[in-house]
């Protein structure tokens, strides 16, 4: 299995500030064939299910504010969201599907310093 | 836009088979777009895959979970389901149908989740 391992496991970002959680996989998601990176992010809220963000590493899912982007390749990734609003607390994810089982970071708990 | 829609029992005994079914509205589940899926997550801990099933019927599954799990469709009611037999309190977990496009396997449509919690 590819274990992605994320950090920080918490952060505490002031609003307005840029807030940046990492993703490492432990062995490349970055297809060949295509060039495209098997990476996706997530945010998850209490009480709602989770949203999709990003995909192929640093494309938006429609209707996610430009303020969250996505970078990285091969086995490093990050999410940035530029400048934090309230609505942004919540715990993120990163998932890879290269190859099955698909799996998924521990998660990034992000707060409002 | 894909809507999907978890339901089953919240309590099954240990040693029972947990049994939930995915209703998908706003497409057809057999329009072959997509493929249909199965997450978990226990209180306090991460995302799990439990495995998908295309159209066809062809499934993948986790082999963590291999020897329990059944994921089948049934394309006349558009839903898909998810037995997990012999649970233990150890699947006592909020579980997701998800799904996505069929040439990547990230995840765009989510159920609500229903917890099931595994209790005597």
């Known amino acids: ?113 | 836009q894909v809507q999907l829609q978890e339901s089953g029992p919240g309590l099954v005994k240990p040693s029972q088979t947990l049994s939930l079914t995915c209703t998908v509205s706003g497409d057809s589940i057999s329009s072959g777009d997509y493929c249909w899926t199965w997450l978990r997550q226990p209180a306090g801990k991460g995302l799990e895959w439990i495995g998908r099933i295309y159209t066809s019927g062809t499934t993948n599954y986790n082999p963590s979970l291999k020897s329990r799990v059944t994921i089948s469709v049934d394309t006349s009611k558009d839903q898909f389901s998810l037995n997990l037999s012999s649970v233990t309190a150890a699947d006592t977990a909020v579980y997701y149908c998800v799904s996505g496009p069929l040439d990547a396997y990230y995840f765009n449509y989510w159920g609500q989740g229903t917890l099931v919690t595994v209790s005597s």
């Open chain 1, 1 to 113: 299995d590819i274990v992605m391992t994320q950090s920080p496991d918490s952060l505490a970002v002031s609003l307005g500030e840029r807030a940046t959680i990492n993703c490492k996989s432990s062995q490349s998601v970055l297809y060949g064939s295509n060039n495209k990176n098997y990476l996706a992010w997530y945010q998850l809220k209490p009480g709602q299910p989770p949203r999709l963000l990003i995909y192929w590493a640093s494309t938006r899912e429609s209707g996610v504010p430009d303020r969250f982007s996505g970078s990285g390749s091969g086995t490093d990734f990050t999410l940035t969201i530029s400048s934090l609003q309230a609505e942004d607390v919540a715990v993120y994810y990163c998932q890879q599907y290269y190859s099955t089982p698909q799996t998924f970071g521990q998660g990034t708990k992000l707060e409002i310093k």
